[in-house]
């Protein structure tokens, strides 16, 4: 008999963007001629060229491997010491991260999934809501979780609600929980957390023996220095905390692939017996069993981001999008809708006019305007009654979804 895992089939609704990609292609199939205009904002995935620096790095690597004296057959699992060590001197500088810290990986949505595999079954696991999904559905496939109930939410799951009237930023849990995922600047809401509000969160897991998942993909985003862009700036929250960055976001890299999570020496989780365990010696031996390290050419990639041609170059995308998150703000304002994010992230997270859900004003716009947006609902309930903007397109692109919206909600 062919056991399945049987948590999956607690997943009710597919996952949101393959969701909305369903919607989107049942659209084409019904109207090709509208179908023609069709301008993506859904899913957050970068639309510039690859910076040249990161180019040029990977096509040297390439011809690398084409001689026998410098070709390299399988890396180091871990990672390739040259990018973690531009990982700690260039994004980690100052606040004492060890290149030994750093894992590399072929992504952060990989990462925050497979990271599971080191915590015990049936932990207790806190999300904010509205959320990135997959936090939430490889909890469900982990087995954390009971049923869905009629609004999306798990049984065992503990939600912390983000709202305007939080800022977006949750409340500390009211019970114990193991595990907190915390994004900041955060998707979809594309808010950020301040140097207070996070020193309340490390406060809180430090005194609770829980860990803080940080997912801090969007860090490039940040503008100025007041807005922490680690974790690890925080004081205290090496014994707490774990932080995932990718190069998706800054480098262009959602095709490339590369990302990394930093998890301190002093982080350690406990056995049912009270033992404490390094969480860093668990997921090295999980990543070693599990994973064969990025190529070796994606690797000199990302090493090369940090170059100072590289660092420019990934200032210039970062400006572009940030620019468009702007334009599409303003947009949005214009026709008198509340807006959220948008100034340290490529997310804009809107209130939908009066009357209209998530899925209504996907819709909406979908069929009266031809663009994709990502329903807020679709982040989780308290996202109902919100949809999510990407900013990650051309400037042409943006300029047009900026009139569209005007026309069909101005
Ligand atoms: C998003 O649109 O939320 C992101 O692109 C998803 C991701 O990075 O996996």
New binding site residues.
């Given amino acids: 008999m062919e056991l399945v895992n049987e948590n999956f089939l607690k997943l009710k609704a597919g996952y949101?963007?393959p969701e909305i990609g369903r919607r989107v292609k049942a659209f084409l199939e019904a109207e090709p001629e509208k179908g023609k205009r069709l301008i993506r904002c859904?899913?957050?995935?970068v639309t510039e060229p690859l910076p040249d620096a990161a180019r040029e790095a990977m096509k040297a690597a390439v011809d690398e491997l084409g001689s026998r004296e410098t070709f390299r057959g399988y890396g180091p699992e871990q990672g390739y010491e040259f990018l973690r060590k531009a990982i700690v001197d260039n994004a980690y500088s100052g606040l004492g991260v060890d290149a030994d810290e750093v894992f590399i990986s072929d992504?952060?949505?990989c990462d925050t999934g497979n990271i599971l595999d080191i915590f015990g079954k049936g932990i207790k696991v806190a999300i904010t809501d509205p959320v990135?999904p997959?936090y939430v559905d490889t909890n469900v496939m982990a087995g954390n979780t009971g049923e869905a109930d009629a609004s999306g939410r798990f049984e065992g799951l503990v939600y912390l609600p983000c709202t305007a009237e939080n800022e977006f930023v949750p409340a500390l849990p009211e019970e114990k929980v193991d595990l907190i995922y915390l994004c900041y600047p955060n998707?979809?809401t594309g808010t950020v957390a301040t140097r207070e509000q996070l020193e309340k969160w490390v406060a809180w897991a430090k005194a609770n023996d829980a860990i803080i998942l940080y997912d801090a993909?969007y860090e490039a985003y940040v503008q100025g220095s007041e807005v922490p862009k680690s974790i690890f700036e925080i004081e205290g929250a090496r014994e707490c905390a774990m932080e995932f960055r990718?190069f998706?976001?800054n480098g262009g890299f959602?095709g490339v692939r590369c990302a990394y999570v930093v998890i301190p020496k002093e982080l350690t989780g406990s056995t049912k017996s009270g033992e404490r365990v390094s969480l860093h010696g668990l997921w090295a031996r999980r990543h070693a069993t599990k994973f064969n390290g990025c190529s070796y050419p994606v690797q000199r990639g990302a090493e090369a981001l940090f170059s100072v041609e590289g660092k420019m170059q990934v200032a210039k995308l970062v400006k572009h999008y940030m620019g468009n998150a702007a334009l599409l703000s303003a947009a949005c304002k214009k026709i008198g809708l509340a807006v959220y994010g948008g100034e340290h992230s490529p997310?804009v997270w809107v209130k939908c006019p009066e009357g209209v859900d998530s899925w209504g004003m996907f819709d909406k716009m979908l069929h009266e305007a031809q663009v994709v947006i990502?329903p807020g609902s679709g982040f989780g309930a308290a996202g109902e009654g919100y949809f999510?903007i990407?900013a990650?397109n051309t400037r042409e692109k943006v300029e047009e979804v900026c009139a569209r919206l005007e026309a069909v909600l101005g």
Avoid: E, Q, W
């Fill in positions: 949101l963007f859904g899913i957050g995935d992504g952060s949505k990135y997959v998707n979809p993909a990718s998706s976001k959602t997310y990502t999510r990407s990650f």
